[in-house]
């Protein structure tokens, strides 16, 4: 009988063992991130993280998209396009003021982007020597309604700078071909972009100049933060391990971005990649842990819309970010 018994608990092991081989691995979680525009080197920070499989590890499929600008990006998460978004803090304030059930979970670069470029043989040394000068500009670009405050920040005459409205492009058009002396430049873009053209530049970053906001910030749906908080702490995790490579070894980054878009220009990438780096801690907590971030920024980006972007809002600064996804 012990015979049998050991014959029949032999088999039932190996159906058991076979039914759970055979049993289907849990499928990843299908994600999509939508880019606050097209390819640029911080954006590789991501696909370096697919490359290495930090989605992949965390149960995440992830598939990444370029994007037209942080509003339309907002408007995107917010109607459930994609999962996730990038886009800067200022953008997530002017979107969820007006209704859009979003909120930034982590902290991508803290401090501002946004910056001024002149022509070095235009005679711009300081600020001031803005007046009587012409910038190009695009309508709608986001930098743009902070202007009044650079004026009022460095007494500046507004009435004596002269705005080009041009289109995207048109910009390092216009400043090659002198007709402008300057443009709105962000400082890991067209900045990077003229330095590889050969131009000698005087840059201006808004930051320097007393107007700092929240930089790039990645946001999520408030419904899919409170019905899904665990694949947001994951995508979390798994973005803050592709920041903290991408920090170690920016060729790597480059690389994979590359390969996702073999058009693109590796030596442009890596320039762009290594000027965000710079970006990524808090000008109000230099020192705070990678990805974190701080009520000052926001506070201060708030203050900001508040008085020269017409933004009206009962909202504290706090309830348009959220570090509660970033894990010890």
């Known amino acids: 009988m012990r015979l049998i018994g050991k014959t029949i608990a032999a088999g039932a092991l190996a159906l058991a063992f076979g039914v759970a081989s055979a049993a289907p691995t849990l499928a990843a979680d299908k994600v999509s991130l939508r880019l606050n525009w097209l390819l640029s080197g911080v954006h590789s920070i991501f696909y370096l993280g697919v490359e290495k499989g930090f ?21 995107v998460i917010a109607t459930g396009g994609d999962t996730f978004g990038l886009v800067d803090g200022g953008s997530v304030i002017a979107g969820a003021s007006r209704g859009a059930p979003v909120k930034s ?23 001031k020597d803005v007046e009587g000068k012409t910038i190009a500009a695009t309508a709608g670009e986001a930098s743009l309604p902070l202007l009044p405050a650079i004026w009022k920040q460095n007494d500046v005459d507004a009435s004596k700078v002269k705005i080009l409205n041009v289109d995207g492009p048109g910009k390092i058009v216009a400043i090659l071909q002198k007709q402008a002396d300057g443009i709105l430049a962000g400082l890991e873009g067209q900045v990077v972009i003229l ?29 899919e933060t409170k019905s ?20 170690a070894d920016p060729d790597a980054a480059v690389a994979a971005a590359a390969k996702a878009k073999p058009q693109a220009d590796p030596e442009l990438l890596k320039a762009q990649l290594k000027v965000s780096l710079t970006l990524i801690p808090s000008p109000s907590k230099p020192d705070a842990p990678l990805g974190q971030m701080e009520l000052a920024d926001w506070q201060r980006t708030l203050d900001l819309m508040k008085q020269y972007q017409d933004i009206e809002t009962d909202k504290a600064a706090d309830s348009f970010f959220t570090n509660e996804f970033i894990g010890k």
């Open 55 to 75: 989605y992949k590890d965390a149960g995440i499929d992830l598939t990444i998209g370029e994007g037209q600008g942080s509003a339309r990006t907002v408007q």
């Open 105 to 127: 979970v982590l902290g991508i670069m803290n401090t501002s982007p946004y910056g001024m470029s002149f022509r070095a043989d235009s005679g711009v040394k300081t600020i």
């Open 195 to 223: 330095n590889q053209k050969g131009l000698d530049q005087k840059v201006f970053s808004f930051a320097e100049l007393g107007v700092n906001t929240q930089g790039l910030t990645i946001i999520a749906n408030d419904e």
């Open 228 to 247: 899904n908080p665990d694949l947001v702490k994951r995508f979390v995790a798994a973005t803050l391990k592709s920041m903290e490579a991408a920090k």
